[in-house]
């Protein structure tokens, strides 16, 4: 943690030639590192095997004394590892183990081999012992066993790494050399940089420039910061021009009657005008620089002193305030503030203009004298008021009781002329014309109209009077689609439309009033067949979630969006008028969305005008 804040307050130059030494040195030690161990490594590797190259002529020279069982020639072989750097002593012995000849010959203290077939190599603390078989023709005949000492194998090792340790020094020393040159090519730009930074943060002149040394890094410094200056030079030249044009504003103002102040971004006062110093008691000097507040009572709510400057920023603010004068009194005034933009759209100053309202609150406080009573009348029309409604409402209860009452006392006398045009149509009572057949045809579609006109009415009357009841049973919405585009195919061929259903899955079984989602799907498909009159309508049902979604899709004549808040409220058509085209009440969709609240579902459209319309109805699987 010291190391890193050492660091961080080291100059520029010096963190450069730190990061680049320390590079460089890491490198070089490493690789100094490998090379010294592989070095060492082959050292000792070059000993050992000279050690056992000499051992194997040493005993190769031994063999005839052994066989032949001189000692003295064995003694004078073995003298010849004086010749031999590091080894010490030596000993050779007959198959017996005994000791046939020693080197020096005055050997008594050597530790003794196990007579084996196999050369045996060992290191034993600073000393190399080395057991060497000596053969005939595969039949082992003695053992030649040698003791060599490390030193001079150490002493080589020692040379090494004194030697690479010198020139480790001597790179090091010259990657301190290239560390400084480096950074002086790295720093001295971003050095010059600061300075003239330095000087332009004291004379201001911001249309000074830096040449670019090239096209690295500190080039996009350098060229980026005489992009900084241009913005610079460009927002004093502004801030400049919005001086101006302030001081000329501020001479038009000097001379209005209300109270006109003016102040920078940061609230404090750049301008007040003579109405407004003549008010306060104040001279030019006094305000000027100083903070809007000076003219501010202590006792305005915090709240409303927080939300003036923000608001006045997104565009102005308007409200009461209480002010004090020099001489310390008070006064309410009715304060406006705005914002004084430069060409660009940007803010370069606030405007406020007030005026004293002393005289206004004084007959506002007068008038309240009378507000009490005001009130107390207003609360007694307004009792009255509720009265009248609760008397309106009960007598529209009324009425659509009224409706659903004579429900049967309406329909009756039309089914019997439906029944009887029916019988009369079928020739039962005697032959008719062609003439007769069309007129009673006119009289049974009338009859059968205002029925279901008088159906709609008798429905929304009940909806309406909370005398509809629902009857939920489990039931299988596919069958429901599937008999509601059988009994409206017919009305869709008369105009040669495709009328297409698809059940995805084929069986939804739901708990709900099936005659009521019948009545509520036939509408919605009749609605479409009667404003379709080219191209398809299609009805689709699938699973969402825990409802069940039915769509029904037209290419009709769509709703223009300024209609669309029309669409279910009763006795309401989009297409209106003396010369509409397509008959109806108004009430199928009324009806339709009245019936879904009830069943605990929904109802939505979308559509596009002159393309067509989706109505979406979502059921939920259990009541």
Known sequence: MKASMIFRNLSIKNKITTIILFVVVSAI????????????THLKADFTSNLVINARLISDYCLVPLIFGDKTQASETLKRLKYIESVEAGQLYDTTGKVFASYPENLTVIPKPDISLKQIFEQRGEYFYISEPVFLKDKLVGMLY?????????????????????????????SYLLALNLQRTISKPILNLATFTESISKTHDFSLRFEPPGRDEVGILYRQFNNLLEQLELKQSERDQAVKDVTFLAHVLRNVNEHISITDLNDHIIFVNQSLLSEYGYTENELVGKPVEILRSQDNPPEVIREIYPETLNGG?????????????????????SVIYNDNGEA????????????????????????????????????????????????????SAFLATMSHELRTPLNSIIGFTGILMQ??????????????????????????????????????????KVNPVTFNLSEIIESVTESCQPLAEKKNLQLISSVNPTKIIIESDRQRVQQILIN???????????????????????????????????????????????????????????????????????????????????????KGSIFTVKLPLKK
């Open 317 to 337: 603010w308007l409200g009461e305030l209480k002010n004090r004068r020099k001489d310390g009194s008070e006064f309410m005034v009715l304060l406006m503030t």
């Open 146 to 174: 040698l003791q060599a000492h490390s030193a001079s194998l150490t002493r080589q090792q020692l040379n090494h790494i004194f030697i690479l340790s010198a020139i480790l020094l001597i790179l090091v020393f010259l």
């Open 348 to 399: 370069v100053a606030l405007v406020g203009v007030s005026t004293d309202i002393t005289e206004r609150k004084k007959v506002e406080n007068e008038l309240a004298l009378y507000r009490n009573h005001l009130e107390e009348m207003v609360k007694q029309r307004t009792a009255e008021l509720e009265q009248e409604k609760e008397k309106a409402l009960a007598a529209d209860r009324l009425k």
């Open 29 to 40: 030690t490493t690789g100094f590192v490998i090379i010294a161990t592989w070095n060492l």
């Open 427 to 468: 020739e039962r009572p005697g032959a008719l014309n062609p003439e007769q057949k069309k007129q009673l045809g006119m009289v049974q579609g009338s009859s059968r109209h205002l029925l279901a006109l008088i159906n709609d009415v008798l429905d929304i009357s009940k909806i309406e009077a909370g005398q509809l």
């Open 524 to 610: 919605l498909v009749n609605n479409a067949i009667k404003f379709t009159e080219n191209g398809s309508v299609k009805i689709a049902c699938t699973i969402e979630n825990d409802f069940a979604r039915v769509s029904v899709q037209d290419t009709g004549i769509g709703i223009e969006p300024g209609k669309m808040e029309l669409l279910f409220k009763p006795f309401s058509q989009i297409d209106t008028g003396l010369s509409r085209k397509h008959e109806g009440s108004g009430l199928g969709l009324s009806i339709c969305k009245k019936l879904l609240d009830i069943l605990g579902g929904t109802v939505e459209v979308s559509s596009e005008f002159g």
